[in-house]
């Protein structure tokens, strides 16, 4: 199966299972307090809630979400692991007070090993287990257990080896300090290259990439009070969230789940190929997949690999955010957006020699991977490939002279607070950029330093501000003009960017 069947088989399953099969919501979020859509669930808030009524009882989908900031952020290990992105699709299952924990373990259970193959032997579950002594909620999920414990006993497998106890961090789900919540089940797949089970226990819950989750199956069942007790909701939702590139990586890595030799990535999977082609082409470079342990002292071919990755996932998750209507800008969502894409230009050019213009020319081959299935990317494709275009055209005539000054303000061992406020401010060097590039190094950088300069220019803006002020009404305008005329652009945050966008 490529990509394409294997995400049609999740949605065709679930259709089998009498769910509504809905289109992926936006990237920009309906909640007010989240930066990006990054969950399934998302969209599904309203009706857990009960505020409003379910459509449907049962629906499916695989939503684009984004992982940069916020609760869940993921940047720093794009590239450097080949299983987290800043852009991924979370294909879902729900069930609105309808199905449970029986239905939806056994479906899944079905779905991974009769219809795509996995064998048994190499997948494991967690469940929740609270611990006491820290005050964690609940109680111990025995029901998801016994759901387990005869499924992997049908299977022929030893219950007490593949499942495994998670804690409250990742084995329970909560929105909030209050609201629904509940215990969640996870779907471990052991990648290496035997298929011993205790080796493969001993992977589950830590950060071997040879075994990695890979499906989230969430019970919600409880109301968190605000009195710190949790009672039981009256109608019961199921909440499930599997990485999509995960299992499309794993299933092209292993021939179909059949040989686990290779080390496995998603990077593999179809979906970026055409991405990675283009990569190839345009740079003359060759990826070879390898895979750093250390963030330092790396070969010019890991940094080849980790770059090779990086512009593949940044390049997707800049189409599809502009796509969304999340353009490249100075606050918020925007400047995470500005981010992510300076990040990709600044990679390309200084680890493969890219020039202006080739990050926009990615945006062709993440539509022809993913515009079928959001055909927003290929209706919005010239908007997109102008907003990238013109963030090249403008970071690309302070980069070079920017990672001039990097080097020169490496010579010190450290990157001074000036030095990385002077990047940021005058290069349009993101602060997290500079921290990644000093990481290269082995170098760090004094992020207090640099807070204390952004504030030192806050102070300078504020006194401009007034200036302009006394300026303005000497000049004999009213009171009311003046104040207007404070509203110019002289928010230094904005006056700052302003140069480059
Ligand atoms: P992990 O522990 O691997 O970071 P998670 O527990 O944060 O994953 P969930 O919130 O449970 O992830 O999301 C459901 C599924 O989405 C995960 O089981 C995983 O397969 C996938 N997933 C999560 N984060 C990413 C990411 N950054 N890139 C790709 N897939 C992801
Ligand atoms: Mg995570
Ligand atoms: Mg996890
Ligand atoms: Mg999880």
New binding site residues.
């Given amino acids: 199966m490529n990509s394409a069947e294997i995400r049609q088989s999740f949605l065709d399953f679930f259709a089998s299972k009498q769910h509504a099969v809905v289109p992926s919501s936006s990237l920009m979020p309906t909640a007010p307090n989240l930066l990006f859509t990054n969950?399934g669930m998302n969209q599904f808030v309203p009706y857990f809630l009960g505020d409003q009524a379910a459509p449907w009882k049962r629906v499916a989908d695989t939503q684009k979400?984004i992982?940069a900031g916020g609760k869940?952020n993921?940047l720093e290990d794009v590239g450097f692991d080949t299983?987290?992105?800043?852009m991924?699709e979370?294909l879902g299952n729900w069930s609105f007070g309808d199905y449970f924990k029986k239905d939806s373990l056994t479906w899944g259970w079905e779905l991974l090993t009769k219809v795509w193959g996995i064998p048994p032997k190499r997948l494991f579950a967690t469940i929740y287990q609270p611990d006491k002594s820290k005050g964690d909620p609940a109680e111990r999920d025995e029901e998801a257990y016994a759901i387990w414990a005869k499924i992997f006993t049908d299977a022929g497998l030893d219950p007490a080896v593949h499942i495994v106890n998670g804690n409250k961090k990742?084995n329970f789900w909560m929105m909030g300090d209050t609201g629904p919540c509940g215990p969640?089940s996870?779907i471990h797949f052991n990648l290496l290259p035997s298929d011993d089970e205790t080796e493969g226990r001993k992977g589950v819950n830590s950060s071997s990439p040879r075994c990695?989750?890979?499906?989230?199956h969430v019970f919600i069942q409880f109301n968190a009070n605000a009195d710190g007790t949790f009672a039981p909701l009256a109608a019961k939702h199921v909440d499930t969230?599997?990485?999509f590139?995960?299992v499309a990586g794993i299933h092209a890595t292993t021939r179909g789940f059949k040989d686990f030799s290779a080390e496995p990535s998603?990077y593999n999977a179809d979906v970026f190929k055409p991405t990675f082609d283009r990569i190839a082409a345009l740079s003359g470079k060759t990826y070879t997949g390898t895979v750093p342990t250390e963030r330092t002292g790396l070969s010019e071919q890991q940094t080849i690999d980790i770059t090779f990755r990086v512009l593949a996932d940044h390049a997707r998750c800049v189409s599809c955010a502009i796509a969304d209507g999340i353009l490249p800008g100075n606050e918020g969502r925007n400047y995470v957006i500005r981010r992510i894409l300076r990040r990709g230009i600044m990679y390309g050019q200084k680890n493969l020699g890219l020039k202006t213009g080739d990050f926009s020319a990615l945006v062709a081959p993440v539509i022809e991977s993913l515009g079928a299935v959001f055909p927003e990317l290929k209706t919005q494709r010239v908007m997109v490939e102008k907003a990238i275009r013109a963030e090249e055209e403008s970071f690309g005539r302070t980069l070079d002279k920017g990672l001039q000054i990097f080097n020169r303000a490496t010579a010190a061992g450290a990157i001074t607070g000036a030095s990385a406020f002077e990047l940021y401010d005058t290069y349009g060097f993101p602060l997290d950029m500079t921290q990644l590039l000093a990481t290269e190094r082995g170098l760090s950088v004094d992020a207090a330093g640099f807070e204390a300069e952004m504030e030192k220019q806050r102070e300078r803006g504020r006194a401009a501000r007034k200036t302009d002020v006394i300026v303005a009404a000497t000049e004999g305008e009213s009171a009311a003009e003046a104040t207007q005329f404070v509203g110019y652009g002289i928010d230094s945050t904005h006056a700052t960017h302003a140069k480059l966008v």
């Avoid at 299983?83 to 800043?86: D, F, G, K, L, Q």
């Avoid at 990695?212 to 989230?216: A, F, H, L, R, S």
């Fill in positions: 969950a979400c992982r869940h993921d299983y987290h992105h800043t991924f979370m990742d969640c996870e990695i989750e890979i499906w989230n969230g599997m990485g590139e995960r998603n």
